[in-house]
Nanobody, 125 residues
Framework: QVQLVESGGGLVQAGASLRLSCAAA??????????VGWIRQAPGKEREFVAA????????YYADSMKGRFTIFRDNAKRTVYLQMNSLKPEDTAVYYC????????????????WGQGTQVTVSS
């Protein structure tokens, strides 16, 4: 059973930074064997791919709009994946989810399963 819990969201001004965390709940799966991605959903919008990490964390993937601003990294010993978000913009306002990729294109939202409950990020102008 794959269970993920997101945290770290909040209300910030444009240009600020946030670090989101995605923690594996329980010891029922081998966290270090999974690709993990961050996906966001803004009000009235479809879910959008943000970033993903290979099981080891060595290989990462980013949507074009996040390159240079967001960084995904993981600590498998802590069973946690992080998303460091810098230079936040109002258009980054969304609920941010993490999920695992069980086999599919890294940039495709439909590749990800076992979504957490999400954490709200709100960026004011």
């Amino acid at each position: 059973q794959v269970q993920l819990v997101e945290s770290g969201g909040g209300l910030v001004q444009a240009g600020a930074s946030l670090r989101l965390s995605c923690a594996a709940a329980g010891d029922t799966f081998t966290f270090s064997s999974y690709y993990v991605g961050w996906i966001r959903q803004a009000p009235g919008k479809e879910r959008e791919f943000v970033a993903a990490s290979s099981p080891s964390g060595i290989t990462t993937y980013y949507a074009d709009s996040m390159k240079g601003r967001f960084t995904i990294f993981r600590d498998n010993a802590k069973r946690t994946v992080y998303l460091q978000m810098n230079s936040l913009k109002p258009e980054d306002t969304a609920v941010y989810y993490c999920a695992v990729n069980l086999g599919g294109g890294h940039y495709l939202v439909n590749s990800y399963r076992h979504w957490g409950q999400g954490t709200q990020v709100t960026v004011s102008s």
